[in-house]
């Protein structure tokens, strides 16, 4: 017969750590892992920091000028905003097909900076007010 017995103090949070870990680095060979990986390669080192830090990295169109937030996700995650960082126009477009998070926001990422107006074209507008976008950290 098998019996229980308390584990020693300090185990739980070792193998919460342990969990963490090999979550966060076995996560890489993921095609989600991947894919946020080439996203972060692909902004720049202000966009990279405001990625880690808020969930979310900010383009400039092509054609208007116009400032965007892109957030973290695959749909519905992508903001005009005005000068003073607020949300404005909500769009939502994205690549045709099933893929990962960070594909899809890569693929925003330069349909807004080289082809704006085609963006907005096939854009479905929404509005953000009283919307929530989870300000956390990225995936990955």
């Known amino acids: ?16 750590a342990t969990r963490a870990l090999f979550i966060r680095h076995g996560s890489e060979g993921t095609p989600e892992g991947r894919s946020l990986r080439l996203l972060r390669k692909w902004l720049s080192p202000a966009q990279r920091e405001q990625f880690a830090r808020r969930g979310y990295f900010e383009v400039v169109g092509s054609d208007s000028g116009k400032r965007y937030r892109i ?16 949300l404005q126009e909500g769009l939502c477009f994205m690549p045709i097909g099933a893929l990962p998070i960070g594909d899809v926001m890569l693929a925003q990422k330069i349909a807004l900076e080289t082809c704006e107006d085609k963006a907005r074209a096939v854009a479905r507008r929404f509005t953000p007010n009283g919307f929530h976008f989870r300000q956390t950290r990225p995936l990955g």
């Open 71 to 86: 957030h973290a996700g695959a749909s519905v995650n992508v903001c005009e905003i005005d000068e003073r960082g607020r």
């Open 1 to 16: 017969m098998f019996g229980f017995r308390p584990l020693p103090p300090g185990t739980r949070s070792r193998i919460r």
